[in-house]
């Protein structure tokens, strides 16, 4: 595809508070075309459009995953559906010659091994966070990791998300384990009178999840040494600020191969 060519575009999960921000999103663009919209059958048969903004676009929702791929050849599907289903919606897209870009998080981790191996030969591109400051945030903890034994994460979302903790909590601390290969230290396990309290581990990072109205997507880094701590914070709004990372990603998707992990490694392309 070159440069200059139109994307076609198909947004899985569309008619989500994600996926109808993605399609209204989509359709300010010059240099793509929204195709199809898979969505919830509720809304079948309904103008994304007109359900995203307001305004028509002559594209009705579908249920219909693969006719609506048949569309898309050589162009981009967006998935913003539930984690047990993105493998079944990436192969069928990978079958029709199109790239896949998954904001999806709680993706089974068998089937997120099976996805890196179907995607040789094809475009995958997984995003935990969409957000340019989340990708920082999260850049910016790898780096201090290498300095600090001490470290916890915060993350807080909505109380819909059902996922715990949020991928963008897994990746950072995974990139700080990656950091700090003579891993973290952490305070010696004592009895909890709250089952839980202490949060999980992973990594040998302590991870506080917290679900409640009010709140959109919000983490931060805390990093501990003798006499001194560094926070680092990142909040979204709204679900706006992800959208410039959409695009980057539908516009760079097909410059990838193989399935990548990470908004970051497509910001130079």
Not at 34 to 55: F, K, N, P, Y
Not at 57 to 64: E, F, L, S
Not at 74 to 100: C, I, Q, S, Y
Not at 217 to 243: C, F, K, N, P
Request: charged letters at 20%; hydrophobic letters at 45%.
């Amino acid at each position: 595809m070159a440069e200059t060519d139109v994307i076609p575009v198909v947004v899985v999960g569309a008619t989500g508070r994600m996926g109808r921000e993605t399609v209204g999103t989509v359709l300010q663009q010059v240099d793509m075309q929204l195709v199809a919209a898979v969505g919830h059958a509720r809304h079948l048969g309904e103008d994304i459009g007109q359900l995203s903004t307001g305004e028509a676009c002559d594209v009705a929702v579908t249920d219909q995953l693969e006719p609506a791929l048949e569309q898309a050849q050589g162009g981009v599907m967006v998935d913003f559906t539930v984690g047990p289903a993105v493998k079944e919606n990436v192969l069928a897209a990978f079958r029709h010659k199109v790239a896949a870009v998954v904001g999806t998080t709680g993706i089974p981790a068998a089937d997120e091994n099976e996805l890196d191996q179907a995607a040789t030969g094809n475009r995958m591109l997984l995003v935990p966070n969409f957000a340019m400051g989340a990708v920082l945030m999260m850049r910016f903890a790898r780096e201090a990791a290498k300095y600090f034994r001490w470290a916890e994460i915060i993350e807080m979302h909505h109380e819909r998300k059902l996922d715990a903790p949020s991928g963008t909590a897994a990746r950072t601390a995974e990139q700080m384990r990656k950091a700090r290969p003579d891993g973290f230290r952490a305070a010696t396990e004592g009895p909890e009178n709250i089952k839980g309290v202490r949060g999980g581990s992973m990594a040998g990072i302590r991870i506080h999840s917290v679900r409640m109205p009010g709140l959109v997507a919000h983490q931060e880094v805390i990093l501990g040494a003798a006499g001194e701590t560094l926070s680092i914070r990142h909040d979204s709004y709204s679900r706006e600020s992800y959208m410039p990372g959409v695009i980057l990603a539908i516009q760079r998707v097909n410059r990838i191969s193989g399935m990548v992990v990470g908004l970051e490694n497509v910001l130079d392309l």
